[in-house]
């Protein structure tokens, strides 16, 4: 087998698939199922945001870039500073985040084009490093990468750690492979989760970008959950399980590496790459995204965010009935300024001071001035009402 043939990332697909994955795929799409099934859309909007925030701090760590929820939180808002170490991350940061949101965005109008496409992963590079500085598209000091472009060029061959990626002139051949065989419109409900799997692993095997390819792998993966029905409108992220592992911080970087191993003798497949690696790997991967769906489901599930809500009012100290307004925005989506009297008892102008403080705080907005409130989920809010979700800050 030449050692440039887009064969040489074969098998695509963990097949024969194993009971193991079989039963992976079903408790996946069923946990999926039940994330926001008591959550008002509204309230699952909100809760989606906070969850991009939280995608982008372990997409980060597992970078090695360490950005708090709070410079990310800044950084969405615009509040980047003008110079300094921090500066290109935070960028980095609010790009991951706008991105994110534009995916979830086209999905839910149902014009999300397929994620495996080479075009589409293009449009990701591309977006990911739209406003980036100099700095940023500075590669080892050798190249400057120009965003959304495979490698192409004589001399932007690169090696990754042991693993030797195809060279530049092979790369289109590869993903125009790529996307014959992870191509969601092609593949059963089943066969998608497992090309989920299996495509976060070959696309970083291609390595078909300079840099920015792990990256654009974690977003592609959150795409095609979209896709392949477990994403749960945005509600759980893949990168948190990817950056903790299911029992090591290690696993990812252990299990990328484990998968590049070659064909391990006749029983062992008949692609160039190991079968059993693949089907070790993708098992891996959807326990990890498994994980992460009861995680959310757990922490999202309102008969345990009630009690948070109230926890959260008496923290900032207010009286006792801004937890019924809380609760309510949580059930209803939304809420009236003129509904806050009867929610709370209060008379009008109690009820309007109380509102004017909540809104103050930044736990319930609105779109005008004058509009129905709604949960905001601040950093600040997360840290109390979603504890765990990231690590203690």
């Known amino acids: ?13 963990p097949e024969p698939v194993s009971g193991e994955l079989l039963d992976l795929v079903a408790e996946l799409s069923s946990a999926a199922g039940a994330v926001d099934a008591r959550l008002h859309p509204t309230s699952a909007a909100g809760l989606a945001e906070a969850v991009r925030m939280m995608n982008c701090y372990f997409s980060n760590l597992i970078e090695g870039h360490n950005t708090t929820p709070h410079e990310i939180e800044a950084a969405v808002a615009n509040y980047i500073p003008n110079h300094g170490d921090r500066r ?23 014009a999300l084009p397929d994620p495996a496409s080479p075009n589409f992963i293009r449009w990701l590079h591309r977006e990911f490093y739209n406003g980036a500085t100099a700095d940023m598209l500075d590669v080892e000091g050798r190249f400057t990468m120009v965003p959304g472009e495979f490698r192409a060029l004589p001399g932007e061959d690169v090696t990754v750690g ?14 125009a492979h790529f996307e014959t065989r992870y191509r969601l419109a092609r593949l059963g409900a089943g066969s998608r989760l497992l090309a ?3 495509a976060h692993h070959r696309l970083n095997y291609i390595h078909p ?17 979209l896709q392949a029905g477990v994403g749960a409108h945005g509600l759980w992220s893949v990168s948190r399980g990817l950056a903790r592992g299911l029992r090591s911080r290690r696993e990812y970087k252990l299990m990328m590496d484990r998968a590049d191993t070659p064909r391990q003798g006749d029983l062992d497949g008949r692609g160039n790459l ?19 769906v009861r995680f959310m489901s757990r922490l999202f599930a309102l008969d345990a965010l009630m009690p948070r809500l109230r926890i959260y009012a008496e923290r900032r100290q207010w009286r006792p009935e801004a937890a019924l307004l809380l609760e309510r925005a949580m059930q ?10 009867a929610i709370t008892g209060l008379r009008e102008r109690s009820a309007r001071t109380l509102l004017g403080t909540m809104t103050g705080d930044g736990i319930l907005g609105s779109v005008t001035p004058k509009g129905p409130v709604s949960l905001r989920f601040r950093i600040d809010a997360i840290e109390i009402l979603f504890p765990g979700l990231f690590p203690e800050t």
Do not use: K
């Open 332 to 341: 209803q989506g939304e809420v009236s300024r003129g509904d806050a009297t």
């Open 274 to 292: 190991s079968l059993s690696a693949l089907q070790e790997f993708c098992a891996w991967f959807l326990t990890v995204c498994l994980d992460q």
């Open 209 to 225: 970008f300079l840099d920015g390819n792990g990256r654009v792998s974690r977003l592609m993966s959150h795409a095609m959950g």
């Open 1 to 13: 087998m030449e050692l440039e043939s887009p064969s040489r990332m074969e098998p695509a697909l």
């Open 196 to 198: 989920m799997a299996a």
């Open 162 to 175: 042991r693993h030797q990626p195809p060279s530049a002139s092979a790369v289109a051949a590869f993903m």
């Open 88 to 110: 290109n991350l935070l960028i980095e940061a609010r790009a991951h985040i706008r991105l994110q949101r534009e995916i979830d965005r086209q999905h839910a109008a149902g």
